[in-house]
């Protein structure tokens, strides 16, 4: 805004003393102050406003002036209330070194005049923002992605002090400028958004995190070309990125609204193009599936794997370890939802690393679905592979046994289910609700064409083990697949009653008379490998006393703790209840 602007403003009640031929100055700022030297808070461009409380008498008007003059402030407005009248002391230094002085009427606060300027030159960066913005989005949709959305951020936060950030809805920092998000408070907005839109509340969402607001913008593409609608929320729920906004955007007028609606359709555009990036190595990966459980021969597979390894680890000298991960989107109700392509989306999007950034971080992940399932074929690069001996290659035929691999004992390199579900289950399991469940396997490591099927069953038979689980998100890993974990799932619901209710339900019920802690006793025993002494100091008990309740758990189910038949009855037992 203009100088001239304010004078012509009647209801701030300026009146001109000087600098008729300057109003033409632009102003970019106000700013209030008192001292006799303000300038190591002035950058130019301000409206200063004064009460002259730093003037003692006539010679420290000029002095004042200078400073204010060489830090190249638009103007000066000295309030009347304190001496009644602008001094001609004042008027003169402003004269001799053309700064523009205005008088401010004694029932004028400089409140209402702060409030004027900051409101008039925030509205005019918000429509240069505006132009800056629909020139990106003209850019965007015809021809290539200029700087991407951080150049857009970058925007918010030069030109209207906004700090903003894209968000996966995992919580991941897809894009963002200046301080980056801490993972925690991500996580929470994503969740925060997630409960938001299953709840039907139209965006922005408002979320409070760690004592600050933000405004929660949804992503997605409204514009021409853009994918028709999803008829449920389910489909596009898990997958949709956000706009986080610290601030709170309620008291926002339409036009800052609208603003920020055309900045996430920019985004969206953007995020559009990454999607169809996507195609080539989705493409990749369903002829891999396809050709695994059509059982066709390993060098047809491998020929493939070969065509799949420059692009997914392009400059790759030695061909990878492959794990295949298997996830399953469920939905309870009607099964209006299509889950393969839900399912699809989310395990690409998990299968990224959460710090990762970049362009695209998930360009070396290949998934496809097939009916409700979608299949992830990961490559692992091996510096330094081993080579297996001959009279292994020769024993099974060139193809590596499942379980064998570098991730065989869930400790070595790669993808380890529980890992890849730590950082994501809060924000997904809120936009699963109450009506949807995520269910992952992952297979051991694998390095040949051969091994591939056998690590697509056993990423498929870990699923199952993670479905049979309590919670809305839930994984297993292949490791799971060599012990009683893997048998608990499938024993029919009343079997499991009716064996866990002979051997505890006396238990129970004698702890519940009596607060014996028998279960407790129990579990620690066994944890102990039947150890008196180890047991008895965990419990912090006398060993006598943990013989006593030992000999009443044995007097009460008539089972004797010192066989191994019985302690492995009770492990299950207590495994399954």
Same mark, same amino acid.
């Given at each position: 805004?203009?100088?001239?602007?304010?004078?012509?403003?009647?209801?701030?009640?300026?009146?001109?003393?000087?600098?008729?031929?300057?109003?033409?100055?632009?102003?970019?700022?106000?700013?209030?102050?008192?001292?006799?030297?303000?300038?190591?808070?002035?950058?130019?461009?301000?409206?200063?406003?004064?009460?002259?409380?730093?003037?003692?008498?006539?010679?420290?008007?000029?002095?004042?002036?200078?400073?204010?003059?060489?830090?190249? #402030?638009?103007?000066?407005?000295?309030?009347?209330?304190?001496?009644?009248? #602008?001094?001609?002391?004042?008027?003169?230094?402003?004269?001799?070194?053309?700064?523009?002085?205005?008088?401010?009427?004694?029932?004028?606060?400089?409140?209402?005049?702060?409030?004027?300027?900051?409101?008039?030159?925030?509205?005019?960066? $918000?429509?240069?923002?505006?132009?800056?913005?629909?020139?990106?989005?003209?850019?965007?949709?015809?021809?290539?992605?200029?700087?991407?959305?951080?150049?857009?951020?970058?925007?918010?936060?030069?030109?209207?002090?906004?700090?903003?950030?894209?968000?996966?809805?995992?919580?991941?920092?897809? %894009?963002?400028?200046?301080?980056?998000?801490?993972?925690?408070?991500?996580?929470?907005?994503? *969740?925060?958004?997630?409960? $938001?839109?299953?709840?039907?509340?139209?965006?922005?969402?408002?979320?409070?995190?760690?004592?600050?607001?933000?405004?929660?913008?949804?992503?997605?593409?409204?514009?021409?070309?853009?994918?028709?609608?999803?008829?449920?929320?389910?489909? !596009?729920?898990?997958?949709?990125?956000?706009?986080?906004?610290?601030?709170?955007?309620?008291?926002?007028?339409?036009?800052?609204?609208?603003?920020?609606?055309?900045?996430?359709?920019?985004?969206?555009?953007?995020?559009?193009?990454?999607?169809?990036?996507?195609?080539?190595?989705?493409?990749? $990966?369903?002829?891999?599936?396809?050709?695994?459980?059509?059982?066709?021969?390993?060098?047809?597979?491998?020929?493939?794997?070969?065509?799949?390894?420059? #692009?997914?680890?392009?400059?790759?000298?030695?061909?990878?370890?492959?794990?295949?991960?298997?996830?399953?989107?469920?939905?309870?109700?009607?099964?209006?939802?299509?889950?393969?392509?839900?399912?699809?989306?989310?395990?690409?999007?998990?299968?990224?690393?959460?710090?990762?950034?970049?362009?695209?971080?998930?360009?070396?992940?290949?998934?496809?679905?097939?009916?409700?399932?979608?299949?992830?074929?990961?490559?692992?690069?091996?510096?330094?592979?081993?080579?297996?001996?001959?009279?292994?290659?020769?024993?099974?035929?060139?193809?590596?046994?499942?379980?064998? *691999?570098?991730?065989?004992?869930?400790?070595?390199?790669?993808?380890?289910?529980?890992?890849?579900? %730590?950082?994501?289950?809060?924000?997904?399991?809120?936009?699963?609700?109450?009506?949807?469940?995520?269910?992952? *396997?992952?297979?051991? !490591?694998?390095?040949?064409?051969?091994?591939?099927?056998?690590?697509?069953?056993?990423?498929?038979?870990?699923?199952?083990?993670?479905?049979?689980?309590? *919670?809305?998100?839930?994984?297993?890993?292949?490791?799971?697949?060599?012990?009683?974990?893997?048998?608990?799932?499938?024993?029919?619901?009343?079997?499991?009653?009716?064996?866990?209710?002979?051997?505890?339900?006396?238990?129970?019920?004698?702890?519940?008379?009596?607060?014996?802690?028998?279960?407790? !006793?129990?579990?620690?025993?066994?944890?102990?490998?039947?150890?008196?002494?180890?047991?008895?100091?965990?419990?912090?008990?006398?060993?006598?006393?943990?013989?006593?309740?030992?000999?009443?758990?044995?007097?009460? !189910?008539?089972?004797?703790?010192?066989?191994?038949?019985?302690?492995?009855?009770?492990?299950?037992?207590?495994?399954?209840?």
């Amino acid at each position: 805004m203009r100088l001239r602007a304010l004078l012509e403003t009647d209801a701030l009640g300026l009146r001109l003393l000087g600098g008729e031929d300057e109003l033409d100055r632009a102003v970019r700022g106000v700013m209030t102050t008192d001292l006799r030297d303000p300038s190591r808070y002035l950058s130019g461009g301000e409206l200063v406003l004064t009460g002259l409380a730093w003037r003692r008498d006539a010679a420290d008007s000029e002095p004042f002036v200078r400073i204010l003059a060489a830090a190249g #402030v638009a103007g000066l407005a000295a309030g009347e209330a304190e001496l009644g009248a #602008v001094p001609d002391d004042l008027v003169q230094a402003c004269s001799r070194h053309r700064l523009p002085l205005f008088a401010v009427h004694e029932s004028v606060a400089f409140a209402k005049i702060t409030e004027h300027v900051v409101r008039q030159v925030s509205g005019e960066r $918000a429509g240069d923002l505006a132009a800056v913005v629909d020139r990106h989005r003209r850019l965007m949709t015809s021809g290539p992605a200029g700087g991407g959305p951080e150049v857009v951020l970058d925007l918010l936060g030069s030109d209207l002090d906004l700090r903003a950030w894209v968000l996966s809805p995992t919580g991941r920092r897809v %894009a963002g400028a200046g301080a980056p998000l801490p993972a925690d408070v991500a996580s929470a907005l994503a *969740g925060e958004h997630l409960a $938001a839109a299953r709840a039907g509340r139209r965006g922005p969402h408002r979320a409070q995190v760690g004592g600050t607001t933000y405004s929660l913008f949804p992503i997605r593409n409204t514009g021409r070309g853009a994918a028709p609608a999803a008829r449920d929320v389910r489909e !596009t729920v898990l997958s949709d990125w956000l706009l986080a906004v610290e601030a709170d955007a309620g008291d926002w007028p339409a036009a800052r609204l609208d603003l920020l609606q055309g900045v996430t359709q920019l985004i969206a555009v953007e995020r559009d193009r990454r999607d169809a990036a996507r195609t080539v190595r989705r493409r990749l $990966a369903q002829e891999v599936l396809e050709l695994v459980q059509a059982g066709a021969a390993p060098a047809e597979v491998a020929a493939r794997l070969r065509v799949a390894a420059p #692009v997914l680890l392009p400059g790759l000298g030695t061909a990878p370890h492959w794990q295949v991960v298997v996830a399953r989107v469920e939905w309870s109700g009607d099964g209006a939802v299509e889950a393969g392509p839900v399912a699809q989306s989310l395990l690409e999007e998990v299968l990224v690393d959460p710090a990762a950034t970049g362009a695209d971080p998930a360009d070396r992940i290949a998934v496809a679905h097939s009916g409700d399932e979608a299949i992830a074929l990961v490559p692992l690069p091996v510096a330094d592979p081993a080579p297996a001996s001959d009279e292994d290659t020769a024993a099974d035929g060139g193809a590596e046994r499942p379980g064998t *691999g570098a991730a065989a004992d869930g400790a070595g390199p790669g993808l380890h289910a529980e890992r890849l579900l %730590a950082a994501v289950r809060a924000p997904l399991s809120a936009g699963l609700a109450d009506d949807g469940r995520l269910t992952l *396997g992952v297979s051991a !490591t694998v390095h040949s064409a051969e091994g591939l099927r056998g690590a697509l069953e056993e990423a498929r038979h870990a699923r199952r083990v993670a479905a049979a689980r309590p *919670g809305r998100v839930c994984a297993a890993g292949h490791h799971e697949l060599a012990s009683h974990v893997l048998l608990l799932p499938f024993v029919p619901d009343d079997v499991r009653r009716a064996f866990t209710a002979r051997l505890l339900d006396p238990l129970r019920d004698y702890d519940r008379r009596h607060r014996a802690e028998l279960i407790p !006793t129990l579990e620690a025993f066994l944890d102990c490998d039947g150890s008196w002494t180890r047991c008895a100091t965990r419990l912090h008990l006398h060993v006598n006393t943990l013989r006593y309740r030992v000999g009443r758990i044995e007097q009460l !189910t008539d089972r004797d703790l010192s066989r191994l038949e019985d302690k492995l009855d009770f492990f299950l037992a207590l495994r399954m209840s």
